[in-house]
């Protein structure tokens, strides 16, 4: 099955600090989704990403978060300024062009803030 | 309106029963209703899913049940085996909402060898 890779598996940050979180597509997909999951609880939606345009995010994805895709290929989550409860688990999903509802996951980065 | 209810929270089932997990949604714009599997330090992966103009899918041991009257749906698990211990989330979308899915809160489900 086809999937998305993330890089990296785990990042340990200081509060305050800024992280970048990358997602690879295996082709060249066009809609893209970042979602969150605090350790135990479901998976959020935080942001999704078409023809490189935001399309939609949710209340979770505040000013200290953004997502580009700057070389046209890797396809960034930045927050700005984290926090103890930033914390999680988080994963890019890609969907297929067309009418396929359905999204891929990745394996996920997991970002520790200390 | 934009919530996903799921339970149980936990379930342990013997090899060989049946899982049969639930979920509630109030929201009438879903049009979508995948079910994921996760294992520990791994990715939501498809499972199986159903749109609400279908009342069951089947594919192997797994079978969507879906009631569009009472906005409920649920995963059954035949012939339970330990390999399924996972989490498995119930989710719903919305084809006009740039497709994001709204998640349940998850069932920890445990097979007994």
């Known amino acids: 099955e086809p999937e998305v890779t993330q890089t990296p598996s785990h990042q340990v940050t200081q509060m305050g600090q800024e992280v970048i979180l990358r997602c690879v597509p295996i082709?060249?997909?066009?809609?893209f989704y970042w979602y969150r999951q605090i350790l135990g609880q479901k998976v959020e939606f935080l942001v999704s990403f078409y023809n490189n345009e935001i399309s939609e995010k949710s209340e979770i994805f505040d000013d200290q978060f953004s997502v580009e895709r700057p070389d046209g290929s890797n396809f960034t989550l930045k927050i700005r300024s984290t926090k103890l409860e930033d914390s999680a688990m988080y994963f890019c999903?890609?969907?297929?062009?067309?009418?396929?509802?359905?999204?891929?996951f990745g394996p996920g980065t997991r970002l520790t803030v200390l | 309106q934009q919530q996903v209810k799921q339970s149980p929270q936990s379930l342990i089932v013997q090899k060989g029963g049946i899982s049969i997990i639930n979920c509630a949604y109030e929201?009438?714009?879903?049009?979508?209703f995948p079910w994921y599997q996760q294992f520990p330090g791994k990715g939501p992966a498809l499972l199986i899913a159903i749109r609400p103009d279908v009342s069951e899918k089947k594919e192997g041991r797994f079978t969507i049940s879906f009631n569009k009257s009472a906005k409920q749906f649920s995963l059954h698990i035949m012939d339970s085996q330990p390999g399924d211990s996972a989490t498995y989330f119930c989710a719903a979308l919305r084809m006009d909402s740039s497709y994001k899915l709204i998640f349940g809160s998850g069932t920890r489900l445990l097979v007994r060898p």
């Open positions: 082709s060249n997909h066009l809609y």
């Open positions: 929201n009438t714009a879903f049009d979508y």
């Open positions: 999903a890609r969907r297929d062009r067309g009418h396929t509802d359905t999204q891929y």
